[in-house]
Structure formats: structure tokens, C-alpha cells
């Protein structure tokens, strides 16, 4: 896939969220999660084949994924250090999405907060790099 395709996968899976994608572990702060205690998938999660995915992944930065992962690091086709930059930084547009400038706080956050600071930050996404965003 190239990054466009990429992007227009996340786009439509954005619109369908109804809420951040993370899981809380014995009562510690949340963390994002590709696949979510409730149900949601992040960003980098709803592109990610099921095939290809594994619960050990989970509190990996798409960096670490890549490494660890070869199978991953093939599915996204990347080839350098600015794919590896597109990625994170998608996955940053679900994150940032559920903080409120200081912390993450995904259990906190409505989900139409949430969508609407999604949608914000994949239309910044998109024009900063040259995507079309149909959101």
C-alpha cells in the first residue's frame, strides 16, 4: 500500500470510532492500544490484517513494531526512515486525539471530543503531507 492508501483505510475506519482505542492494566494509567478492551482499534490497528497481529504487540511504538515484527514492517512496504516517520506519526494523530495537552486520558475523553480532535488532526496530516483527506 502507498501512503495514500494507507491514509484513506485510517480515514474510513475514523469515521466509524466511537471512542479512543486503549486498555487500563491493574488499575494503571491507560495506554493506547492497536486493539482496545473496548473494542476499538487505533489508527495504525485498523490497518494492521488480522492475520498480522499478536496481543504482545500492544505498548509497542510503530518503531518497535517494524523491528519486531518483519512480517509488519513487509505489510507496510517500508523501505526508509520517512515511511517509519509516516506511521508514527499517524499513530500520534489517535493519541494526541485523546490528551487533553498534558496527559493522555482516553477513559476521560467523550467520544465526540474525540472524533472531532481525530478528524482535526487527520485533516492536518493529510495537508502537510500532500494527502487528499476525505473525512
Known amino acids: 500500500m502507498n501512503r495514500q492508501e494507507i491514509f484513506n483505510r485510517v480515514v474510513e475506519h475514523a469515521k466509524t470510532m ?11 494509567s491507560p495506554t493506547c492500544a492497536y486493539r482496545g478492551c473496548n473494542g476499538n482499534k487505533c ?33 507496510f512496504q517500508v523501505q526508509n526512515e520517512e515511511d517509519v516517520q509516516f506511521l508514527s506519526s499517524l499513530q500520534m494523530c489517535h493519541d494526541d486525539a485523546c490528551s487533553n495537552g498534558i496527559r493522555f486520558i ?9 472524533k472531532r480532535n481525530l478528524m482535526q488532526n487527520l485533516k492536518a496530516f493529510a495537508n502537510s503531507r500532500g494527502l487528499v483527506f476525505n473525512g
Open 18 to 28: 466511537n471512542g479512543p482505542s486503549y486498555f487500563m492494566e491493574n488499575n494503571r
Open 43 to 75: 489508527l495504525i490497528g485498523a490497518v494492521l490484517p488480522d492475520n498480522l497481529y499478536c496481543p504482545a504487540m500492544e505498548s509497542n511504538i510503530i518503531e518497535n513494531l517494524l523491528s519486531e515484527y518483519p512480517e509488519v514492517d513487509d505489510y
Open 106 to 114: 482516553p477513559h476521560e475523553i467523550s467520544p465526540d471530543v474525540f
